[in-house]
């Protein structure tokens, strides 16, 4: 059966070394780092995970994040993402890592002005999370070169400033348990890629910054706001 019109073209992010990842979702953790948590107003030691989406083509490669109309606090939240092979559902945690194919340095841009517009009247956050270019992120590295990294720094800087710091061990949830709980509510595929959460001392950009996002073991990026 032919299309009626011609079919979007394949979402995919670059891997270091050469090849793409195609996309198939994008699932996002909110709140997995404590001190994060508490600065947005939550409570680390009681909040069950939850979870938002980004749409495919929102990962960006580019290094180039356009500042979004409509909006005049746009926030950085830098993260580790994690690249599936392969899915299911009930994924047990200890079989969790095997469905890994790899992980890169992304950053989760935020509307913070309609998120808490949107909190506030109790409205859905697509708005705020999963607008265009909302997630630069950089090349994928393989797991089988670097293992799958439970630890090391996370930072995030704004024109040469420190703004995140932090450690991938501070996560409240950690990547088995982030992919076998998503799995306990949607089937997790290859080409699904997880935003696995920030560390406090998430902040505004303006056109013309620079941001420079990095984690220890994966690798960096450098993203002009325009």
């Known amino acids: 059966m032919s299309y009626v019109i011609a079919p979007p073209p394949v979402v995919a992010v670059p891997v270091e070394g050469g090849g793409l990842f195609p996309v198939r979702r994008v699932y996002c953790i909110g709140r997995n780092y404590a001190a994060h948590a508490i600065e947005m107003g939550g409570d680390p030691d009681r909040e069950p995970p939850f979870f938002f989406q980004k749409n495919p083509d929102d990962l960006d490669p580019s290094g180039r994040f356009p500042y979004p109309r409509r909006s005049s606090d746009v926030q950085h939240e830098v993260e580790l993402a994690v690249a ?20 890169a340095v ?86 699904d890629v997880i935003l696995t959460g920030t560390p406090a001392g998430v902040g505004p950009v303006a056109r013309g910054q ?17």
Not at 84 to 103: M, N, Q, S
Not at 124 to 129: H, R, S, V, W
Not at 211 to 226: F, K, L, S
């Open 210 to 226: 620079v941001m420079e996002a990095a984690i220890e073991g994966v690798g960096a990026i450098r993203v002009e706001v325009v």
């Open 84 to 103: 599936l092979a392969r899915g299911g559902e009930d994924i047990p945690v200890e079989r969790a890592l095997a469905c890994v194919w790899g992980y």
């Open 106 to 191: 992304a950053i989760d841009m935020t509307r913070r002005d309609l998120q808490d517009e949107a909190k506030r009247l109790r409205r859905p956050l697509e708005i705020a999370k999963a607008f265009a270019r909302s997630a630069p992120i950089g090349p994928l590295v393989p797991a089988s070169r670097i293992g799958h990294p439970s630890r090391g720094a996370i930072t995030l800087s704004v024109d040469g400033a420190l703004r995140q710091s932090g450690d991938l061990a501070q996560m409240i949830w950690k990547v088995p348990e982030i992919i076998a709980i998503l799995s306990q509510y949607f089937t997790l595929a290859a080409g």
